[in-house]
């Protein structure tokens, strides 16, 4: 198998021949199809979240094919198409897994990041945290719900959202989303077909990202310093910039709340409790659980949501991580080997 591996952090990644690894009990060896470019890999790759296991393989938005079952794997068959997301195990045991909050598990193992990812031909996955995937979708299109979906929707419940339509008190009403990536462009549809009304801010100036998140059914596009046409509800940050925290609290009206999607931020700057007082509430999101990812895969093909890809060739992915984090995408980058 080929693959491409972090051997230190803020160095590119290299490509490595190494023999296919073999399932083991409650393991599945998966063809990967396709693989999504997250941001978080860009965090892995740059250093920014800590003690990775090293070398490493990233990449937590994997489609892919069982090729070989392990002992006591049960409800899945090989040849059958799976995704695979960035919660790859946990422990069962501690507190929050058996209080139904596996997203916080003390012991857990993250794809890309402390398991080996989907950046190659193959890739092992624990069978229990895969999930089987229709045929009906390009296995590109489907590689961004396996994480900026999953973490857009958790993030978009977080906010009050979810279930429902936008009418009056089934959550937010008028919804902002600062950071127009991956993340944002599935959300947006999602928050749209509900009836919400959704706000995107973008980095000043980019008018294409604008010009995008209105194709994709937002009411209004602007820059993240300015002021929405109305104050918003709720606020999801994607993008990983702290100083969004001040100016999505300036934005949001008595009582809404600002979500922090992203697994890295930068400092957040200090501001005056005003903004904070009256009720208003910053709270962040953390990982995922096997209950999001079932409703979210569930509802998406019902919301018609699309997303929109670049396909970089497995080899390219030093590129796709660059144009990423410089800006250069609409939607989602996704590898194929």
Known sequence: MRAMVLERPRTPLVMRER???????????????????????????????????????????????????????????????????????TCGLCPYCRSGRENLCDRPLFTGYTRDGGYATRALADARYCFPLPERRDDAEVAPFLCAGLIGWRSYRMAGAGEGTGAEGTGPQALGLYGFGAAAHILAQIAAWQGRRVYAFTRSGDDAAQAFAKSLGAVWAGGSEEMPPEPLD????????????????????KGGRVVCGGIHMSDIPSFPYRLL??????????????????????????????????????E????????LREGRLQGAAVLIP
């Open 19 to 89: 023999s296919a690894p073999e399932p083991a009990s409650g393991e599945i060896l998966i063809e990967v199809a396709a693989c999504g470019v997250c941001r978080t890999d860009l965090h892995v790759v740059d250093g920014e979240l800590p003690n990775p296991k090293l070398p490493i393989v990233p990449g937590h938005e994997i489609v892919g094919r069982v090729a070989a079952m392990g002992a006591a794997v049960a409800g899945l068959a090989i040849g059958e198409r799976v995704g695979v997301p960035w919660l790859g195990s």
């Open 316 to 323: 390219a992915a030093n590129e796709a991580l660059a144009d």
């Open 234 to 253: 709720a606020a999801i940050i994607f993008a990983p910039v702290g100083a969004l925290v001040p100016m999505a609290l300036k934005a949001v009206k």
């Open 277 to 314: 007082w009256e009720e208003r509430q910053v709270v962040s999101v953390a990982n995922l659980t096997r209950a999001d990812a079932r409703e979210f895969l569930t509802l998406a093909p019902q919301a018609g949501v699309k997303s929109e890809v670049t396909r970089y060739p497995l």
